[in-house]
């Protein structure tokens, strides 16, 4: 059956290329930012140090999402 699944269908197509702007757009999107990494250093400190976890979890997703 699986070679019969692997010979069949004529393989895997080949990406669309993208321009050099939306690469460049996807790569800031997926890479943290500076405001992104004290939103994360702000729950760390609230979560670890003894703080309410729904709190703190609701605070990081606030924070985050007032970055630019």
């Known amino acids: 059956m699986a ?6 269908c004529g393989g895997v197509e080949a ?3 993208m321009s050099p702007e939306e ?3 996807i790569v800031e999107m ?4 500076p ?4 939103c994360d250093a702000k729950y760390y400190q609230c979560y670890y ?6 709190y703190c979890n ?7 999402s007032q970055c630019p």
């Open 15 to 17: 990406p669309e290329e």
């Open 35 to 38: 405001c992104t990494d004290a």
């Open 3 to 8: 070679v019969g699944f692997l010979a069949g």
């Open 23 to 25: 690469a460049n757009r």
């Open 58 to 64: 609701s605070y990081r997703a606030y924070c985050i």
């Open 49 to 54: 140090g003894g703080g309410d976890p729904y």
């Open 30 to 33: 997926a890479t943290p930012g």
